[in-house]
Nanobody, 120 residues
Framework: QVQIAESGGGLVEPGGSLRLSCTAS????????AAWYRQAPGQQREQVAA???????NYADAVNGRFTVSRDSSKSTIYLQMNNLQPEDTAVYYC??????????????WGQGIQVTVSS
């Protein structure tokens, strides 16, 4: 059984930074695609950042240049560094770890969601 734990959210002023972490525990797993999503009130969940196992990254236009997705495979952890945060970044952020085995997708593991609020 894999457990996913997110941390690092909170309240920050416009222009500030936060780093979200997402750690898988319970058993060893190989991370394929590491992704972050967010959902603002009344809106659909959207992907904001993703990284393949080869290191290629993709970002939503709204966060490109401000957010960075990364991983530490030895710790089964993925990160989202968020800089120059703006009020429109306020949302619940979810991590998604796509587990792979022998190079093939196995299971998507989701975090419980963590609140990020950007306000003065």
């Amino acid at each position: 059984q894999v457990q996913i734990a997110e941390s690092g959210g909170g309240l920050v002023e416009p222009g500030g930074s936060l780093r979200l972490s997402c750690t898988a525990s319970g058993r060893a797993l190989r991370i394929g695609i590491a992704a972050w999503y967010r959902q603002a009130p009344g809106q659909q969940r959207e992907q904001v950042a993703a990284q393949t196992s080869g290191g290629a990254t993709n970002y939503a236009d709204a966060v490109n240049g401000r957010f960075t997705v990364s991983r530490d495979s030895s710790k089964s952890t993925i990160y989202l560094q968020m800089n120059n945060l703006q009020p429109e970044d306020t949302a619940v952020y979810y991590c998604n770890i796509r587990e792979v085995r022998l190079g093939r997708p196995l299971t998507d593991h989701w975090g419980q969601g963590i609140q990020v609020t950007v306000s003065s």
